[in-house]
């Protein structure tokens, strides 16, 4: 006696799970990169504006991974009239002595990346198990 089980209806609908889970994840890489972005800019120096303009962020999709990236990118002139990158050094230093608006504060993206580290994370999975369903 023989038993046999046709795998192929199976196998396309693990790939159409795979497919879901991925468009899904992506989704929420982006819900969790506006976050941050619109967190971190609240946070940002505003003095002329530039660092707040020249940020942004980007989800990006390999076969193996997904990326969000959130960036400040702003760069300066320096005393050396070489370009510097005003974007880090505002973020790391110690402190602002007289910011100009209240509520910046250095460390403006990494401090609220590691703030809402496990609410990202949640948002993810919850995106994905949305899109699995």
Do not use: C, W
């Not at 990169?33 to 707040?52: H, I, N, Q, V, Y």
């Not at 002595?97 to 994370?121: C, M, S, V, W």
């Amino acid at each position: 006696m023989a038993f046999e089980i046709d795998t192929k209806t199976l196998f396309a609908g693990l790939g159409a799970a795979e497919v879901s889970a991925t468009n899904a994840a992506v989704d929420g890489m982006h819900d969790v990169t506006d976050d941050l972005l619109r967190r971190s800019r609240e946070e940002a120096p505003l003095d002329k504006g530039t660092l707040r303009e020249t940020s942004g962020k980007n989800v990006e999709v390999t076969p193996t991974k997904i990326t969000g990236e959130v960036f400040y990118s702003a760069t300066e002139t320096g005393k050396s009239g070489d370009r510097v990158n005003y974007a880090l050094i505002v973020h790391e230093m110690a402190a602002f002595k007289n910011p100009t608006t209240p509520g910046t504060k250095p460390k403006y993206l990494e401090d609220p990346l590691t703030q809402h580290a496990d609410e990202y994370k949640r948002m993810i999975a919850d995106a994905i198990r949305k899109g699995l369903m």
